[in-house]
C-alpha cells in the first residue's frame, strides 16, 4: 500500500463546476503539499500546510491532521485548470525535507 | 528570475549506454533533490544536496545511479549502462535549504529520457 493515496485517478468535469481532490497518507508528517503538473510542464507547488485551511484564489486546502487526510477544492473551475494534481508529504524529523508523492488526479475540465 | 532548468528536455538513448543529465537550480538555493517520475506514478525521491555534498542518496535505485554536484550550484545526475526500466522524467527542484526543511521546492521541467 503506498504511503500517500489520491482519489480519484481521473476527474472529468465541466466548466464552472466545484471540483474535490482527496489524499490519504499513513505515516506522520510535518507538512502536505499540493502540487500540479501540466502536460510536458514543470511541478508547481500550489499549497503547503501542516493544520486547518488554505485557500488562493479559487483554489481552497484543507488537512485533518488527526484523520490524516486533505482535500484540495477548486471553485468554478475553468479549462486551464486542466492538469495534474498531486499530493506529497514530508515526514518527521531528520529527514523532513524528503517529499512523498501520491501518483496524482488527471483533472479535465470541459468548456 | 530564472527558474531551475534542466538539460536535455529528451533523451534518448540505447541499452547499455551512459548519459549525464543536468540541473541549474535557482541561484542562491542551497539545497537541491533530483526525483524519478515513471508514466502514470508520481514522482520518487533519488537523492538529496545541502550544499556541496550529497545529504541523502537513499533514492538511488542502484549502483549505476550517480549524483554530483562539485560547486554547490549546477548538478549532474550519471547513469551508467542504461536500462530500459530507466526511462521517465528525470525532476530536478530547488530550495534555500532551511534547516526547518519546510521551505518550498521549486521544480525543473524534467527531462525525459527514454531507452531503447
Known amino acids: 500500500k503506498n504511503e500517500v493515496e489520491q482519489s480519484p485517478q481521473n476527474l472529468t468535469a465541466q466548466e464552472g463546476e466545484f471540483i474535490t481532490i482527496n489524499c490519504s497518507y499513513s505515516?506522520?508528517?510535518?507538512?502536505l503539499h499540493w502540487l500540479q503538473q501540466h502536460p510536458g510542464g514543470g511541478i508547481v507547488s500550489l499549497f503547503m500546510l501542516s493544520s486547518g485551511k488554505k485557500k488562493h484564489g479559487r483554489l481552497i486546502a484543507t488537512i485533518n491532521i488527526q484523520e490524516k487526510h486533505s482535500s484540495l477544492h477548486i471553485t468554478a473551475s475553468h479549462p486551464r485548470d486542466s492538469a495534474v494534481y498531486i499530493c506529497a508529504v514530508r515526514s518527521w524529523g531528520g529527514s523532513n525535507y524528503k517529499l512523498t508523492f501520491g501518483k496524482g488526479t488527471l483533472l479535465t475540465v470541459n468548456p | 528570475g530564472a527558474g531551475v532548468s534542466q538539460t536535455p528536455s529528451n533523451k534518448v538513448t540505447e541499452k547499455g549506454k551512459y548519459v549525464e543529465l543536468r540541473c541549474d537550480p535557482i541561484s542562491g538555493h542551497t539545497a537541491l533533490y533530483w526525483y524519478r517520475q515513471s508514466l502514470g506514478q508520481g514522482p520518487e525521491f533519488l537523492i538529496y544536496f545541502q550544499g556541496t555534498g550529497a545529504a541523502d542518496d537513499s533514492g538511488l535505485p542502484n549502483d549505476r545511479f550517480f549524483a554530483v554536484r562539485p560547486e554547490g550550484s549546477v548538478s549532474t545526475l550519471k547513469i551508467q549502462r542504461t536500462e530500459r526500466g530507466d526511462s521517465a522524467v528525470y525532476l530536478c527542484a530547488s530550495s534555500f535549504g532551511t534547516e526547518s526543511g519546510t521551505d518550498t521546492q521549486y521544480f525543473g521541467p524534467g527531462t525525459r529520457l527514454t531507452v531503447l
Open positions: 505515516v506522520g508528517i510535518s507538512a
